[in-house]
């Protein structure tokens, strides 16, 4: 059954608001976690806009007294700075289950794309490289349909990570079926090259059970923005548990 990872990035953008503690993130994961998520993300960026250098080590404690998945997201060439020691020192110093290397810039208010494999992989290379050597499993954030898939290969990545942006605008739109088929057919592509499939981004419990009937195989959703959005009416325990009630929903 597909994995929920919980990311927990919009508890960060909260409390930096207020330059407090509160909310806190730490109880906030725990909270997922018990709730039944089965693994925590976050993507800490070099502006520490939410998540903060001292998140991601805290948070690294909090999976491995759950024994549960921790994936760390972000931009491996992104230099380090103040605060931020750059992404591949992060995984270094905290040794996630998963890095999930995304291609977006400081300027960005989300990650909106995934690479151009033709261009990016040889540059890749040698950074999956460096996070296989300290255990990281490591996925690659991708278009739907980017004709490049197969070459995520190539430079050793595990997985990919589809960009659902897309599809949950379709969705909503009431015409999903073609970024449906688009997020299928790279789901195919990559598991015809003996890579595993992630998927995330918009991903609601409006539109998940559908996204997941239609791209079978998906081993892990990463679901921060609308699941945070949701709980604030109905709960951070009742809607984790609502989303675990749809990838049930979606099983064969």
Do not use: W
Not at 12 to 39: F, H, I, K, Y
Not at 88 to 112: F, H, N, Y
Request: proline share 6%; charged share 20%.
């Amino acid at each position: 059954m597909t994995a929920l990872s919980v990311n927990v990035n919009k508890i960060a953008v909260l409390r930096n608001s207020r330059g407090s503690g509160e909310p806190d993130v730490v109880r906030a994961a725990r909270t997922c976690l018990d709730a039944g998520a089965q693994g925590i993300t976050v993507h800490p960026r070099p502006d520490a806009r939410h998540i903060r250098e001292a998140d991601v080590h805290a948070l690294a404690r909090v999976c491995a007294d759950y024994r549960v998945e921790y994936n760390l997201e972000g931009n491996p060439f992104a230099p380090p700075r103040p605060g931020y020691p750059g992404f591949i020192a992060l995984c270094e110093a905290v040794r996630p289950a998963q890095a999930t290397l995304v291609p977006d810039s400081d300027g960005q208010l989300t990650s909106d794309h995934g690479f151009d494999f033709d261009r990016d992989i040889d540059a890749l290379a040698p950074l999956v490289a460096q996070l296989k050597a300290i255990g990281c499993r490591v996925s690659l954030f991708a278009d739907a349909g980017h004709p490049g898939t197969a070459r995520a290969r190539d430079c050793g990545a595990d997985r990919i990570e589809l960009y659902t942006g897309p599809f949950a605008e379709a969705h909503a739109a009431g015409n999903a079926s073609a970024a449906l088929d688009a997020c299928a057919q790279s789901a195919r592509i990559a598991r015809s090259v003996g890579m595993g499939v992630n998927a995330g981004h918009d991903l609601s419990q409006a539109n998940l059970t559908d996204f997941l009937r239609g791209v079978p195989g998906v081993q892990e959703v990463s679901i921060g923005h609308a699941l945070i959005s949701e709980a604030l009416y109905a709960g951070l325990d009742r809607t984790v548990r609502a989303y675990l009630d749809c990838i049930k929903n979606a099983a064969p």
